[in-house]
């Protein structure tokens, strides 16, 4: 027989809890049980003969909980004096030569705490903490991270006892494709039968090694039950019990602490990016929409998100532009009304610059003027740039997005200081009077100083880039515009990497990444235009999808129903959600195409289905007549039926959604999800009754988490959510 003391006297340093949990667990058998834990008080425990026969490994895990459920007092009160005894029982064995003394003292402050212990071979057997076996959020720690990455941390501990020669080795949860299985599993089994046959392992196959990882899981409350399939694939059941408790977790500490946990501090979106004068076209309406969503997501992540309007106001195009404002108003007292359409502007002194050859050369010098920094140059440009700036701001207020403007223009002074960088990297060469940098496998090379010795995109690019890494300090810079881009984000990706500011290895940070998009078509398959082939205007787009669905609100006999104002306000929110969101529901590289009937269709995928299913959400919450807010602190949640579970777990697998839309710079992974999720709400209204049922509070928090849940997708959507419809 062999004993192993454990002397808990660091938990009286922990100022959290009122109890700990005791999770043991030897071969199959798993034992648990829950102690009172008063401050300041020393707890020994003897567990006798744990470590014995065949050397199998145990687990020990301690944890604090806040409250203890399942045993009462009582209870605590004679298994206390049991292991009182069967501690003076050890010591006295100890002292008479006992195998085994384990004593934990001075426990880390972190609350919960995993040791698992191996068959001594000697006295002092070393105890190693491994990573938490908590399924729950301590109470102190705000952000558990995605659901897969809880499951991955139970089968880090068992992948570590089984193949304790792999202590590295990560582990592979995917969900399981069949649900009949499990709703996880675990896929580390084959590779790692692979690393280890014909070393000398007790194991005959990786069947065997899968049945190991599955014996050797930690006592988990996350887990219902475990099983074998194929090869040794480890399926996962979660309790219902547990993802209940998540859940209702949440509805209390707020759907923050379901934020995914991503390996980067300060991330740079580059979106949206109009052209001074030029036309802000639907391509531009794609990128802000676009960018804007990864932008969310990676707030909501925690990341610190620097969001850049990456403005064309530079170039040639502005000696045109402020010659004719001299011919215009040659006072020099410019007002925006006068001009009118900035691009109408455009348009015309782009007339005059291609028909009289004597405007054309004042032109030319304009630009020579304007780079010298001469003041009244500067001023004409600043006054262009100003009108350009009020009209963005028209769209952008209305998307409701924000942008921090930081033009090309910012980043010219930075263009020599990096250029000499990457000369000194030998990187730039002369070629036919321009100076270039070849990229491998590309025919044309990036041309960074022009034959008449004045910058470009690529130099302006690669400036920023300088600026971004160094002086802002970004770990990610994504660069949200049309896939026809792609080659010049190619081209000057790899010129920073050859120089050195970016890693070869795409998985390493810094990062660069550019988001491509594809076109936006009209209903006759080409590139969406009004009538008169001018490209559409944004405004107007925003403004036509507000007319329409106020047009419907009032066929539905809303204006009799609301406030002038909720019938506007509610116009706009589905109005433009249903712009966003026809945008955001395709794969981003696929073209797509416009039309209004299909995106304001209350039936099917769209953000109209989407905003009316959270409305009826909200309206069954509102009809039971119940505070919801007393629900959450003193209601139950139970997942009963079947719809019910299905609907918990879906909710539950919103963070590592978020995660995957992050990652992959997907946003239509999230609209995925938040229309299966209206579907499994469906399911489950249509089986289980809520209000007026013996289930209505628990029922009711499930409805509660349901809303919470769609209106955070909204919110990373940029759709503003309504409560009625
Ligand atoms: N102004 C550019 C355009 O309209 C987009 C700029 C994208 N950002 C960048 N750093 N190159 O196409």
Not at 111 to 131: C, D, M, Q, Y
Request: proline share 4%.
């Amino acid at each position: 027989m062999m004993n192993a003391l454990i002397n808990i006297d660091g938990f009286k340093h922990m100022s959290f809890g009122k109890s700990i949990e005791i999770h043991l667990k030897k071969n199959h058998e798993k034992w648990m049980s829950t102690l009172p834990l008063k401050q300041s008080e020393a707890i020994s425990y003897v567990f006798q003969d744990m470590v014995s026969k065949g050397g199998r490994p145990f687990f020990l895990s301690l944890k604090s909980k806040s409250d203890f459920d399942f045993f009462s007092q009582r209870f605590f009160f004679w298994l206390r004096t049991l292991f009182m005894l069967l501690n003076l029982f050890s010591l006295l064995a100890y002292l008479s030569s006992a195998p085994l003394l384990i004593l934990i003292s001075g426990l880390p402050r972190r609350p919960v705490i995993t040791g698992i212990l191996k068959e001594p071979s000697r006295r002092n057997f070393p105890v190693k903490w491994a990573h938490s076996t908590s399924t729950m959020a301590a109470a102190n720690e705000e952000n558990i991270g995605s659901l897969k990455e809880q499951i991955a941390k139970v089968f880090e501990i068992s992948l570590k006892v089984t193949i304790p020669e792999e202590p590295e080795v990560v582990p592979l949860i995917a969900a399981c494709a069949k649900k009949e299985f499990g709703d996880y599993q675990c896929n580390n089994a084959m590779s790692l039968w692979a690393k280890i046959k014909g070393k000398g392992t007790e194991f005959k196959g990786p069947q065997p090694v899968g049945q190991a990882i599955m014996r050797n899981l930690p006592a988990s409350d996350m887990i219902e039950s475990c099983s074998i399939a194929g090869p040794g694939f480890v399926n996962v059941k979660l309790s219902k019990q547990w993802i209940a408790k998540s859940i209702q977790k949440m509805l209390k500490d707020g759907i923050d602490t379901w934020a995914p946990k991503l390996p980067v501090k300060r991330a740079i979106v580059d979106f949206s990016s109009p052209n001074i004068a030029k036309e802000m076209h639907v391509g531009h309406l794609r990128s802000t929409i676009i960018g804007d969503t990864l932008a969310r997501m990676l707030e909501y992540s925690k990341v610190d998100v620097l969001r850049r309007n990456h403005v064309g106001d530079w170039g040639t195009q502005f000696g045109m532009l402020i010659e004719f404002l001299f011919e215009k108003f040659p006072s020099g007292e410019v007002n925006d009304q006068a001009i009118g359409e900035l691009e109408v502007f455009y348009k015309a002194s782009k007339q005059r610059f291609d028909s009289d050859p004597e405007f054309k050369e004042r032109a030319q010098k304009a630009v020579v003027s304007l780079q010298g920094g001469e003041e009244k140059f500067r001023k004409a440009w600043a006054q262009i740039c100003e009108i350009s700036r009020k009209g963005y701001e028209k769209v952008y207020q209305r998307l409701g997005v924000h942008l921090e403007e930081k033009g090309e223009s910012f980043y010219n002074p930075y263009i020599p200081g990096t250029l000499d960088l990457l000369r000194e990297k030998g990187l730039i060469e002369e070629s036919e009077g321009a100076q270039v940098i070849f990229i491998e496998g590309k025919k044309i090379p990036l041309i960074v100083v022009k034959r008449d010795g004045g910058f470009n995109y690529a130099s302006t690019d690669l400036a920023a880039l300088w600026y971004r890494l160094n002086e802002e300090k970004a770990e990610w810079i994504i660069y949200v515009t049309d896939v026809g881009q792609r080659e010049h984000f190619e081209m000057f990706f790899t010129a920073a990497k050859r120089a050195g500011w970016l890693p070869n290895d795409e998985n390493k940070y810094p990062k660069t990444s550019h988001v491509g998009f594809g076109l936006v078509l009209g209903d006759d398959g080409k590139r969406f235009r009004t009538r008169s082939t001018e490209v559409v205007k944004l405004v107007d787009l925003l403004d036509e999808a507000k007319t329409r669905c106020k047009a419907a609100l009032v066929e539905r006999g809303k204006a009799a129903e609301w406030t002038a104002e909720e019938l506007e306000h509610t116009a706009e929110a589905v109005g433009y959600g249903a712009v966003k969101y026809a945008d955001l529901k395709n794969n981003r590289l696929t073209n797509y195409t416009f039309n209004f009937d299909q995106m304001l269709n209350d039936k099917g995928n769209t953000a109209v289905y989407l905003l009316y299913a959270h409305a009826r959400i909200c309206s069954i919450i509102r009809k039971s007549g119940k505070d919801i807010e007393e629900l959450k602190k003193a209601g139950q949640l139970i997942l009963e039926k079947d719809e019910e579970r299905k609907l918990g777990l879906h909710l539950l697998q919103f963070a590592e959604v978020v995660e995957e839309a992050c990652t992959n710079l997907l946003p239509n992974v999230l609209c995925e999800y938040l229309y299966d999720l209206s579907e499994k709400f469906t399911s489950f209204y249509s089986e289980c009754q809520v209000v007026g049922s013996a289930e209505e509070t628990s029922r009711l928090l499930l409805c509660e988490a349901t809303a919470v849940v769609m209106r955070k997708c909204f919110h990373l959507l940029g759709i503003t959510p309504v409560y009625k419809i």
